[in-house]
């Protein structure tokens, strides 16, 4: 079953979770007192996972390239400032590790742009 861990603080709730419950995804949450500024600890909670509803913690090159099953970092909010975008953009499509980066709105009216 694939796992998506929410790192977010503020999306543990929400439709999203509900949806990816219902297709088949085993959905996790951050435990509150890990410290996910840094690097170490982002990979730690994440290895393993396929996906993450990610908060503003880092997604340097280290990171996403220290997580080889990782495929989806939806960013909860929105902008892309703390995801090495451009480590995403420099992958091949042929890649071993294709990577979408999105972010989930808010409004229940307005849909993701995954």
């Known amino acids: 079953m694939p796992r998506v861990k929410s790192l977010s603080s503020n999306s543990q709730g929400g439709p999203h979770f509900k949806i990816l419950r219902a297709n088949g995804f085993e959905v996790e949450m951050a435990l509150p007192d890990v410290d996910l500024s840094q690097e170490d600890k982002v990979i730690s909670a994440l290895r393993g996972c396929q996906a993450s509803v990610a908060g503003s913690e880092p997604y340097s090159r280290r990171v996403i390239e220290s997580l080889p099953d990782l495929r989806v970092i939806a960013r909860s909010g ?25 972010t989930i709105m808010r409004s229940p009216s307005t849909r993701s742009d995954c």
Do not use: K, N, W
């Open 78 to 102: 929105v902008g892309f400032d703390a995801v090495d975008v451009a480590r995403r953009a420099m992958m091949p499509e042929s890649s071993s590790q294709p990577l979408q980066v999105c």
